[in-house]
């Protein structure tokens, strides 16, 4: 005669909350996350824009025509931070909400290459606080321009940052690509965006507005 199997009910007390656990994360995994809206400084008007995917905060300041520091301070947005879809920025002296097709007439940025970050913008690497973003990707991997320009600057041992490409991009912004292996490209050549410049398993990155580094996560998708 077959034995019949008694369940260990002590085990079960155990098991049941840890799977009633995991139930519940699995069904709350697929909801959208909330963003809390920033509070503005008190009486100050305005409105609040919800972060579409692919934006960036350079592309949300030249939407409403206000300086991107002061979307920076006003939102208490961190050096390091990037903004995600559905998060809420406030826009400060505004009363209409302007979308992404009805003003915007200028060139966002792209990623010159993907690899994983070893330093971002502002963190110490090497005893050296990064200006930019350092990124460590395959050997020999390409490495494109991150927006349309004029290369103005070439050399192979750029103050420390080996071999260096430089290209203008107008309107008073730049992008430097340091530590690269080998270039393919020559001051004064004309570049488009997305087009293999150099090669390199190694890329320091920046943002140049006149003389100064920028945040490329404010300006990068």
Known sequence: MQKLEVPNFKLW????????????FAGCATTAPTYIAPSPPPAMPGIYHRVERGQTLWRISRMYNIDLGSLVTVNRIPDAARI????LIFIP?????VYPSEKYSGEDFIWPV???????FGQTYNDTVSKGLIIRTAENSSISAAGKGRVIFYDTAFRGFGKTIIIDHGNGFS???SGISNSLVKPGDTVEKGAVIAKSGYLHFEIRKGFTA???Y???P
Request: glycine letters at 8%; proline letters at 5%.
């Open 13 to 24: 007390f155990y098991v049941l909350p840890f799977v009633f656990y995991l139930f519940c």
């Open 84 to 87: 995600e879809a559905g998060q």
């Open 93 to 97: 002296q505004r009363e209409t909400k």
């Open 114 to 120: 993907k690899g994983r970050l070893i330093a971002g």
């Open 175 to 177: 992008t430097v690509y």
């Open 214 to 216: 920028q945040n490329p």
């Open 218 to 220: 404010f300006y990068l």
